[in-house]
Nanobody
Framework: QVQLVESGGVLVQAGGSLRLSCVVF????????MGWYRQAPGKRRELLAW?????WYDASVNGRFTVSRDNANNTVFLQMNSLKPDDTAVYYC??????????WGQGTQVTVSS
């Protein structure tokens, strides 16, 4: 059974930085394409970035967010810089090929004040 435990979300001022963590149980992050997603109130969950041997970023976060992983600790990170109020959302991680099963962790709330 896969378990995803996100943490690191807090209230931060616009322009600030945060690092989110996602500890993964039940699969090896080194073997998967791991993605970070977010869901803002009233909006659909969206993919922001993923990492395997390469990484990819949505245009909305490219240049501000960086995804990385620690294979030894089976953890995926999202470094978020130059945060904007539009980045306010609940953030989730998941293996990209498992999203179809709609199994998610509890997520972590990021709130950016203006």
């Amino acid at each position: 059974q896969v378990q995803l435990v996100e943490s690191g979300g807090v209230l931060v001022q616009a322009g600030g930085s945060l690092r989110l963590s996602c500890v993964v149980f039940g699969l090896e992050v080194r073997d998967k394409t791991m993605g970070w997603y977010r869901q803002a109130p009233g909006k659909r969950r969206e993919l922001l970035a993923w990492i395997n041997s390469r990484s990819w970023y949505d245009a909305s976060v490219n240049g501000r967010f960086t995804v990385s992983r620690d294979n030894a600790n089976n953890t995926v990170f999202l470094q978020m810089n130059s945060l904007k109020p539009d980045d306010t959302a609940v953030y989730y991680c998941n293996a990209v090929d498992l999203v179809q099963y709609n199994m998610w962790g509890q997520g972590t709330q990021v709130t950016v004040s203006s």
